[in-house]
């Protein structure tokens, strides 16, 4: 399923959520965004709210749930609501952190610098070998002779 098609599976919960809202709720939120969602639904997709079943088991979609967080957010709270909401989400966020930093050794992917103590590496060196100079004329020549070995077999 297409990012548009779930955007639009969302708008069709999210306007069968303005149908059940209070007055004074929906009265908050602008005409236009109720219409904007009414407008985009998809024809196709059925969904009803269950009266009998709490808000938590109603099988919203996630899109569904984060737009009408943010319609709930910008239109119906009041200020002081609004702040309490995101220092909640706030810390729910900073709580999910923890559990995964708990679960996982993030220290792996970007380890800290390691301290090396200087080591003195001024050890007296024994031997010493000895590399042997040939001459570019000399190659070719040898080159020349393992030819012609190979060619007439001596």
């Known amino acids: 399923m297409t990012k548009e098609m779930v955007y639009r599976n969302a708008a069709v919960e999210i306007t069968e959520i303005f149908k059940y809202l209070d007055k004074n709720l929906k009265d908050k939120i602008p005409q236009d965004v109720i219409e904007h969602y009414d407008k985009i639904k998809n024809k196709e997709y059925k969904f009803e709210i269950k009266k009998s079943l709490p808000l938590e088991e109603q099988g919203f979609l996630p899109e569904t749930i984060n737009i009408f967080s943010y319609i709930f957010l910008k239109y119906c709270c009041d200020e002081n609501t609004r702040n309490n909401l995101i220092k909640a989400a706030n810390a729910q966020r900073e709580l999910i952190n923890k559990q995964i930093n708990a679960k996982y050794d993030f220290s792996l992917l970007h380890p800290k610098e390691e301290k090396v103590e200087h080591v003195d590496t001024t050890e007296e060196v024994t031997s010493l070998t000895t590399i042997e100079s040939v001459h570019w004329y000399d ?16």
């Open 139 to 154: 190659k070719v020549f040898s080159k020349i002779k393992s030819f012609f070995k190979n060619i007439f077999g001596k």
